[in-house]
């Protein structure tokens, strides 16, 4: 894969921009008991491609058991470390 000067390895991050996510299916999902849709990459590598409320889209890539957790509102929590790829 190609890296793009505005490519970047992230810490945790949060958005509320987040318009629909497409998973690969390296992912596990699992609800919290307090409501919170959990997914759980099961290998590294594992992508999530986000359609952003600005119309733009991100390719997202996270390394084994990291996490993408949806709370209500359509707040989105992304876990550390991962990639953000302007697509």
Do not use: C
């Not at 992508?47 to 084994?64: A, C, H, K, T, Y």
């Not at 990291?66 to 302007?86: C, D, M, R, Y």
């Amino acid at each position: 894969m190609k890296k793009h000067p505005t490519d970047r390895l992230i810490n945790q991050t949060f958005s509320n921009r987040v318009e629909r996510a497409e998973f690969d299916s390296n992912w596990k999902t699992r609800i919290s008991s307090t409501g919170y849709v959990i997914y759980v990459a099961q290998r590294d590598n594992a992508e999530v491609e986000l359609l952003l409320s600005d119309g733009s889209r991100r390719l997202v890539i996270f390394p084994e058991n990291g996490k993408v957790i949806v709370g209500g509102g359509g707040t989105t929590h992304f876990s550390k470390p991962h990639l953000t790829i302007n697509l």
